[in-house]
């Protein structure tokens, strides 16, 4: 019995937290008109869908925004929940989501055994374990916006969720046409930056995320089941390692956005870039800002202290 119910929990979890701020079928869904294209890279379809703001002219120069889901998730959901397509409309902009890669391209997704990932250059997950070529994906999906619509290449700005972070920060340290990037609860592991831009980073985390912890270490659900042994880095390094990086002089600034929401900033960087370093404190692996529709035992407390999709548009429209 106890066996089944550990196997139970994993199951969930596997299906809910990583599916990018979740994909669970809601009764009453705002409707959201998104264009699905789709891609030829290295003999694979691969997909990505975009939100176009109605009042967008054809002439207009627009920023682009990509947002990668998570572990499991697809990107429909990531754009729902996080309501990148809200802000996108307030501010005029392009949002863009592009869909991972599945181990059976021949089978829908599911949560269990043919779950959406991305090769984010930790060598887990079959897109890890087969080299699916990700960066080319994202390389190619942005040339063919360009061709397709008027996006500034100055303002060309990636976004993402725990394995979508982590692809965040692969982009950003691979592609030099990155001005800048926002990971949410996501690991780097690329060690070497190949990338000829020095750009800023914005990273937010929940300090009480047990897929991410703060401490570094393995994964687990909140309430204590081990899910990956694999360990994580400390997760300020992420931000130390970028400050080298990008050639930060001196220690951070510290900062407080509201009552639970403390961060560090590094000004003194390179090219006008910055760092700002976020911590939720009461907050799970739940995107900041969006719903709790995900059990509070599987990935803890969701949070309204921060806006994330919000104050990452803010942190991209003013980067230098």
Not at 32 to 39: D, G, H, M, V
Not at 294 to 315: C, D, H, Q, R
Request: charge should be positive; hydrophobic fraction near 35%; include cysteine.
């Amino acid at each position: 019995m106890k066996l089944r119910c550990v196997r139970y929990t994993l199951f969930l979890f596997f299906f809910l937290v990583f599916t990018a701020c979740g994909s669970l079928v809601v009764k009453k869904q705002e409707k959201i008109s998104l264009y699905t294209y789709t891609t030829l890279i290295d003999g694979q379809n691969r997909f990505y869908k975009v939100y176009v703001p109605s009042h967008i002219k054809n002439n207009q120069t627009i920023p682009l925004v990509i947002a990668l889901h998570g572990n499991g998730g697809n990107a429909e959901a990531l754009i729902r929940e996080t309501k990148w397509h809200t802000k996108a409309s307030s501010e005029g902009f392009l949002v863009v989501a592009p869909e991972a890669s599945r181990p059976n391209t021949n089978k829908p997704r599911n949560q269990r055994d043919n779950r959406q990932t991305w090769n984010d250059g930790s060598g887990r997950f079959h897109s890890g374990e087969r080299s699916i070529d990700d960066v080319k994906f994202i390389t190619t999906m942005i040339n063919e916006l360009k061709n397709t619509y008027n996006i500034d290449k100055n303002k060309i700005f990636v976004t993402g969720f725990s394995n979508g972070a982590s692809m965040t920060f692969r982009l950003g340290m691979e592609l030099d046409c990155i001005k800048a990037i926002a990971p949410v609860a996501g690991v780097n592991w690329i060690k070497n930056n190949t990338s000829n831009r020095k750009i800023s980073l914005l990273y937010i985390i929940g300090a009480q995320d047990r897929a991410k912890p703060l401490e570094g270490g393995i994964t687990k659900t909140a309430n204590g089941i081990v899910l990956e042994k694999t360990p994580k880095p400390p997760i300020y390094e992420n931000s130390k390692r970028w400050a080298t990086f990008i050639d930060c002089i001196g220690e951070p600034t510290t900062f407080t956005l509201a009552q639970g929401v403390s961060g560090l900033r590094f000004t003194d960087c390179s090219s006008n870039t910055s760092i700002e370093y976020i911590i939720v404190d009461d907050l799970g692996h739940i995107w900041p800002g969006a719903r709790q529709i995900i059990p509070k035992s599987i990935v803890g407390n969701a949070s309204e202290k921060l806006n994330a999709t919000e104050y990452i548009w803010n942190f991209f429209n003013t980067a230098k």
